[in-house]
């Protein structure tokens, strides 16, 4: 069996440094109604909310607000929750959350759907090996940024209690949601089938999808290895696992050949808290309703 990549010994402090940059820059953001078509969404308001990341590149994301009564009364504050995105930049609608009483931020990173404006995801590398030999420069830092730049965004509104905040996703969102849960102290997190995970293992072993970017890198550029590999261990998430104290639901697909099943359970392993994980016989790399339907009682659980 393939051990994860050591935590760096300076993994506390580097982050902090990240996090630091993230919550001193100004919170720039601008929002206006959102027409999304045929799919029309009864008792939900929707906006698209645009805001600039601490280097200036635009982001943003479509924010869902329940247009009806709060059953607690009185107008008060709602939970909310941040919905990370995919790999594919895909935008999703939540009204199943909305209509739990939620406010959700559908939250596009710089590369994605809502943030794909002066930035090519493509070139010069592919977004996953991106300077990946500098942990300094290397696009997962900016990324780490803009999504805890989302999640200031959400606090921030005034519909939303800040600090009753969960943390959301799937595939990349589902590893995002781990590292920015445990940066931004996030009430609750819901990780579906997580990528940005063991790399040690996506690198020794077959796989598929993106992590064949890294290794098509290294192909290459077989000397940039050792600092590859440096690097990335600040960016697993078996490295931000033992820093999660949020309670987290995990979900794997038993056939997923691109989050394979036992890099999922490296992950579930290392976090110390209140966790569940759910396995999908027969599950490849899709979203599972199921998940969804559990993420929902997740989040009402503990958000």
Request: charged share 25%; hydrophobic share 40%.
């Amino acid at each position: 069996m393939i051990a994860p990549l050591p935590v760096p010994d300076d993994f506390d402090d580097y982050w902090t440094s990240v996090r630091g940059e993230a919550e001193a820059a100004p919170l720039e953001a601008a929002a206006r109604p959102w027409d999304p078509g045929a799919a029309r969404l009864a008792g939900v308001r929707l906006e698209e909310v645009a805001l600039r990341g601490v280097d200036g590149v635009g982001v943003g994301g479509i924010l869902h607000l329940p247009d009806m009564p709060d059953a607690a009364g009185g107008g008060r504050p709602r939970p909310a929750l941040l919905h990370l995105a995919g790999y594919g930049g895909e935008l999703i609608l939540h009204q199943d959350f909305t209509a739990a009483g939620f406010v959700v931020l559908d939250f596009s990173h710089r590369g994605m759907r809502l943030g794909s404006a002066g930035f090519d995801r493509e070139r010069p590398r592919p977004l996953l090996s991106r300077d990946v030999e500098d942990r300094g420069r290397y696009v997962y830092r900016a990324i780490y940024q803009d999504c805890l730049l989302g999640l200031r965004l959400l606090r921030a509104r005034p519909e939303v209690d800040p600090e009753r905040v969960g943390v959301l996703g799937t595939s990349q969102g589902g590893g995002l949601t781990i590292g920015v849960a445990a940066l931004g102290a996030a009430r609750a997190a819901a990780a579906d089938i997580p990528w940005l995970t063991h790399f040690a293992r996506q690198l020794a072993e077959p796989v598929e999808g993106p992590y064949n970017e890294l290794k098509a890198l290294l192909g290459e550029r077989p000397d940039l290895a050792p600092a590859v590999r440096a690097t990335l261990a600040y960016y697993d998430t078996t490295s931000f696992a033992t820093r999660l104290r949020a309670p987290t639901f995990v979900s794997l697909g038993q056939a997923d050949r691109t989050c394979p099943p036992d890099s999922v359970r490296a992950l579930f392993d290392r976090l110390p808290g209140c966790k569940t994980l759910l396995e999908v016989p027969g599950l490849g790399h899709a979203r599972s309703t199921l998940w969804r339907r559990m993420a929902l009682d997740w989040m009402r659980e503990w958000v």
